[in-house]
């Protein structure tokens, strides 16, 4: 019988353990206390003096404090490698809270100063014969409808299609040229859409026209790119197979992209549809060049002008008369409703996308 020695265990140094500890589940939130107390402690004592309590500043010490004490306590306790996923953590947390001050701010400035306008009158009238008090924006409301309706009309077919070709059919140099330009559409300003549609409009009809369909083709010049990015990143996400199989089926590729690839990307391109339409129903600056505005009623994209959303908030509170409260009231009734309608359309695009969606199941 042969005995054979157990080797000793070989002890891995401190220093390359992957982790030394682990701290509890309630210590960053006890680190992040006490960074902020240590910090309206040091604001406190400086507002003694006479400077003032600083809120923000006090915020942003307490902040940066938090990733120095909780980078060190996990350092030390948990190892380098988990110390700086903590310090990590905290400054995208940070980041994001960051960014959702703007956000939440013009949220509760926009319902706290909207809220009262919304009345009745307001979403039954329109500026007609209106000086002061009262009236609506009704005309604006239905313009806004009217000529976002029409710009959708005019793009999506455009965009989508375009997208099929890039992905179905595009190959050499005219692919690459289109994707280029479209890449270049997307970072136009608004305004330089607007001043095209004007100088066409110009030219076949004449100078100082105004038009409701002059707003919505430049709306339309806007939202093409949109739509052409969005659904071409939809249509690249459906597997080959699905292609592949329908090609052995013998079934032509016009019919595949139309009973295989769209289906199974619908939900994703009407989600890129209804952004495209949130994006440039707020538009001013091309209005304002083709569309115009007025106080009154009108349906005819082809006759006169028309007023919108957007234009309305700007000529009430650039063009205030008596009462001024009045005009200012009415600026940001409309501006809610805007937002409201963006909203709206956000959540019909979420909705879209879930019960759209191809079932992942068998």
Not at 165 to 170: D, K
Not at 270 to 284: P, S
């Amino acid at each position: 019988m042969t005995i054979t020695a157990t080797p000793p265990a070989v002890q891995t140094p401190r220093s390359m353990r992957i982790t030394n500890g682990h701290l509890p589940s309630w210590s960053p939130w006890a680190i992040l206390g006490i960074s902020f107390v240590i910090s309206a402690a040091v604001f406190g004592v400086i507002a003694v003096g006479g400077a003032g309590f600083n809120v923000v500043g006090m915020i942003i010490v307490g902040a940066l404090l938090y990733l120095v004490l909780i980078g060190v306590v996990s350092t030390v306790v948990e190892g380098r490698r988990k110390a700086t996923d903590r310090v990590v953590t905290g400054l995208v947390t940070g980041a994001f809270a960051l960014a959702m001050v703007p956000l939440v701010s013009v949220a509760i400035t926009v319902v706290q100063n909207g809220v009262a306008g919304l009345t009745a009158e307001f979403f039954s009238s329109s500026m007609r014969n209106v000086v002061g008090e009262g009236g609506g924006a009704l005309h604006a409301i239905m313009g806004t409808v009217i000529i976002t309706l029409a710009a959708a009309v005019v793009s999506i077919p455009i965009g989508l299609l375009t997208a099929i070709y890039l992905v179905e059919y595009g190959r050499g140099r005219l692919a690459r040229g289109i994707t280029f330009l479209v890449d270049v559409m997307t970072g136009i300003p608004s305004i330089v859409a607007g001043l095209f549609i004007y100088a066409l409009f110009a030219l076949l009809v004449g100078p100082g026209i105004r038009l409701g369909v002059m707003g919505a083709l430049s709306l339309a010049v806007l939202m093409i790119p949109v739509v052409v990015r969005s659904s071409e990143e939809m249509l690249r996400l459906v597997p080959n197979e699905l292609r592949e199989a329908s090609f052995a089926l013998g079934v032509p590729k016009w019919l595949t992209i139309l009973k295989v690839v769209l289906p199974t990307s619908i939900a994703g391109i009407v989600t890129g549809v209804m952004l495209a339409i949130a994006r440039v129903i707020g538009e001013t600056a091309p209005l304002l060049i083709t569309a115009g505005f007025t106080a009154s009623m009108n349906y005819n994209l082809f006759d006169g002008r028309m007023m919108t959303l957007p234009v309305f908030v700007y000529t009430q509170y650039m063009n205030q008369g008596i009462p001024p409260e009045a005009y200012v009231n009415r600026a940001w009734a409309a501006a809610l409703v805007l937002i409201l309608i963006v909203m709206a359309l956000n959540l019909i695009a979420r909705l879209v996308a879930k019960f759209f969606a191809p079932a992942k199941g068998r």
